[in-house]
């Protein structure tokens, strides 16, 4: 019986290849470009894993995490996202996903985040992190921080700023800068 995986993602092209790339790997794949859609999926079938999108057109993908990990409580959970911060890492965890991880990500690198190996759906041992990997520099840092604080306040913009006691615009010209991992 082949393993079945859940994609949550709005963007078609995506999630498309994804999920031929998936179907090429041995998964049977289902694609869901809503929360709600996937939640019905979810309760009618018992997907072995599930990439999660975390901004969604209508809403953010944190929101589907708990539903999904309680409609599927053995499934692996796999937040993606283009908008990856330290801050929503440590909440989609806590919510319940069992990994994260940056877009753009190809199929290797979504299987290896799920403990598997890129050729078959055998698992493998987590790779251990390199001790020798430079640490965050300064800019990083205080980027990461403002992710943290911009998810307390529900995205808000204006409250994060008041909170940091900086001004709005200087905020947003921050948030707009992402500095390099």
Not at 41 to 63: C, K, N
Not at 90 to 115: E, F, R
Not at 122 to 149: C, G, K
Request: glycine share 4%.
């Amino acid at each position: 019986m082949k393993p079945t995986f859940l994609v949550l993602d709005d963007d078609e092209i995506f999630s498309a290849t994804l999920a031929r790339a998936l179907t090429r790997r041995g998964f049977d794949t289902t694609v869901m470009h809503s929360g709600e859609e996937a939640l019905q999926a979810a309760r009618q079938t018992a997907f072995d894993y599930a990439t999660i999108d975390l901004h969604l057109v209508r809403d953010s993908g944190l929101q589907w995490i708990a539903l999904l990990r309680e409609a599927l409580p053995l499934a692996r959970l796999l937040v993606l996202t283009g908008y990856a911060s330290i801050a929503t890492a440590v909440q989609a965890v806590k919510l319940g996903a069992d990994d994260y991880l940056a877009k753009p990500a190809n199929v290797d690198a979504i299987l290896s985040a799920l403990q598997f190996d890129s050729k078959s759906t055998a698992p493998e041992i987590s790779p251990v992190l390199d001790d020798h990997a430079a640490p965050f520099t300064v800019n990083r840092l205080e980027w990461e921080h403002i992710q943290r604080v911009l998810v307390e306040h529900q995205g808000n913009i204006s409250s994060t700023a008041r909170a940091l006691r900086m001004h709005r615009r200087t905020l947003q010209r921050k948030l707009a800068k992402k500095p390099a991992p």
